[in-house]
């Protein structure tokens, strides 16, 4: 009887008769370390990456304690949000 629960006298445990699923293929994502350093206080940074181009990530760094984002591979400050233009 597949995929039904069979009791196991010694021990008291479960097991269940299953087919057995087919092996998974091992992926193996590229792991690449960029060097960059803080917008504000230029630290220099390690941030690693399995993706070919961070695209946009948000990051505190660890020395100052503020908040920087990465733009296609670049750091930069954060704009502060909508900004008031006075006329």
Excluded: Q, W
């Excluded at 597949?2 to 193996?28: C, L, Q, W, Y």
């Excluded at 960059?36 to 181009?53: E, K, Q, S, Y």
Aim: net charge positive; glycine share 10%.
């Amino acid at each position: 009887m597949a995929g039904s629960a069979i009791f196991v006298a010694d021990g008291g445990h479960f097991r269940f008769n299953t087919p057995m699923a087919a092996p998974r293929r091992e992926v193996k994502l590229p792991y690449r370390e960029m060097n960059i350093g803080c917008p504000h206080c230029r630290a220099p940074l390690i941030i690693g990456t399995v993706m070919d181009r961070i695209l946009l990530s948000r990051r505190t760094c660890p020395k100052c304690g503020k908040e920087f984002l990465i733009e296609n591979d670049v750091p930069k400050k954060p704009d502060g949000g909508l900004k008031k233009e006075l006329f």
